[in-house]
């Protein structure tokens, strides 16, 4: 049998068959669309949902009628804390903020929340709307649970747990929403949708699609859960003490625990529910994107930095006196100091790549501390990850072993899998990993390394914020 993973993305939407016969993985992707304004890029729902049903048409084109009769259903992932506004017939009301569009920002922190969660946004439109869309409106999903339900026979959009963590009115460990919290965005409590676990089923898929895709009338449509999560269950973050590490524009760390009774975390560090409906995560941010697009720059070009990153593997570890410190939060950059004769282009290079390496040790090590877990394994995917500077030094300096997965689709194919777990109720294989080796006599000096710097910082380093 097989299903379609969907990812809505930042950048791209993809559909993805997951068929349990064939050994490749078939994808068929296009642009998400995005509507730019003076407050920032929004998205519009029903133009999603365009694109997806035209991304698993063409995914299913190929296939043979008998390839098609396989489906079993579509799992959909999308990126979490875009949420639409719906009308009487759940349709969308109005173009809403994307994740990353800076919105209500002094609002979000007066009212003690993360800006880039959902309430923000919430904020936004009932401030800048339209009166009539403001009268229209009835309800309340995320982005997956809108294209789901546009997807699915006579459903209701509903919310799953791994993207209500992001909203910033969810009480993760209670499974309830916060209907005061949500009241301060300006919205009445009665917009809140049902909640239900990741995977849940919302319907069978609307027969005007099944015509068109030729699949089955019993394949069944599910919001299967945050983007990263997903991606992250088919890395094979399935364990307790597990760390996904997803290198893009943000670093994201990702930790996996069983509880967090009592858990007392800073507030650059968000806590939710895993997409496999027993599991918790701790979840922050480095801006390692960031920094190397500065160092890019810096350097002349990609190209060139190559260049440097190859003779950096030459480098002593320590790079020659030359430390490289990350600076998080809002402005994220990083400080320099130690430039002498012996420290060259490649010296800095390696420095920098020493510097955000120690940062990550120091951020998982926060995790596990805050949730009172022992770091296992670091699970990592993102380009940085082929990078062999990169390799050879988190493989030394880090909290746990790692190990890499190159799969280009994670996501897709994790809303794959989360449907095959929960809906077909199958255990799915995660994708293959590799181990990546740190060389023996250099762990040990990282370790050192990185107790001097705590000293010289007078403390614990610096935690990461979003």
């Not at 998205?43 to 995914?59: G, N, P, S």
């Not at 709307?129 to 995320?142: C, H, I, Q, Y």
């Not at 394949?219 to 999560?229: P, S, T, W």
Request: aromatic share 6%.
């Amino acid at each position: 049998m097989s299903v379609i993973g969907l990812d809505i993305g930042t950048t791209r939407i993809k559909a993805l068959l997951h068929d349990e016969q064939r050994p490749d993985l078939p994808v068929a992707a296009a642009q998400t669309p995005v509507i730019a304004s003076p407050d920032g890029d929004l998205r519009d729902a029903e133009a999603v949902v365009h694109v997806a049903r035209e991304c698993i048409a063409q995914l299913v084109a190929p296939l043979s009628a008998a390839e098609r009769s396989r489906v079993d259903g579509i799992g959909i992932a999308s990126l979490s804390e875009e949420v639409v506004l719906t009308d009487g017939f759940g349709l969308s009301v109005a173009p809403m903020p994307t994740w990353y569009a800076t919105v209500m920002r002094d609002e979000s922190e007066r009212a003690g929340l993360n800006p880039s969660f959902s309430w923000s946004k919430l904020r936004w439109a009932r401030e800048h709307l339209p009166a009539e869309a403001v009268d229209a409106v009835r309800g309340v999903t995320s982005l997956a649970g809108y294209v789901a339900a546009r997807l699915a026979a006579d459903a209701t959009p509903s919310m799953e747990y791994s993207h209500a963590s992001r909203t910033g009115f969810f009480a993760v460990d209670e499974r309830r929403w916060d209907a005061q919290v949500f009241e301060t965005s300006g919205w009445s409590a009665a917009l809140l949708p049902e909640l239900e676990p990741s995977g849940s089923v919302l319907g069978a898929v609307a027969a005007e699609c099944r015509s068109a895709w030729g699949i089955p009338a019993t394949a069944a449509v599910a919001v299967c859960g945050h983007d990263h999560l997903c991606a992250a269950f088919a890395a094979g973050v399935r364990r307790p003490g597990r760390i996904f590490l997803s290198s893009g524009t943000s670093e994201a760390h990702l930790l996996l625990v069983d509880d967090i009774g009592g858990a007392q975390v800073p507030e650059h560090v968000q806590i939710g529910r895993f997409v496999d409906d027993r599991s918790f995560y701790l979840h922050a941010h480095l801006p390692s994107g960031h920094l190397h697009a500065h160092l890019t720059q810096l350097t002349g070009g990609a190209e060139r930095l190559a260049e440097l990153e190859h003779q950096a593997l030459d480098e002593p570890i320590g790079a020659n006196g030359l430390v490289c410190t990350p600076r998080v939060g809002a402005d994220p950059g990083y400080s320099v100091r130690g430039l002498s004769a012996h420290a060259g282009a490649a010296s800095f290079v390696r420095a920098a790549q020493e510097g955000m390496a120690l940062a990550a040790w120091d951020l998982d090590e926060a995790l596990a501390a805050h949730a009172g877990e022992t770091a296992s394994l670091v699970i990592a995917t993102g380009a940085a990850t082929a990078n062999p500077l990169w390799r050879r030094i988190r493989a030394s300096a880090g909290v746990a072993p790692l190990e890499v997965t190159e799969e280009p689709e994670l996501t897709a194919l994790g809303a794959a899998l989360v449907f095959r777990a929960v809906v077909l109720g199958e255990d799915p294989e995660p994708v293959r990993r590799v181990s990546i080796a740190g060389e023996p006599d250099e762990t040990e000096p990282y370790r050192r390394l990185r107790s001097a710097r705590i000293g010289m910082a007078g403390g614990a380093p610096e935690e990461a914020d979003r």
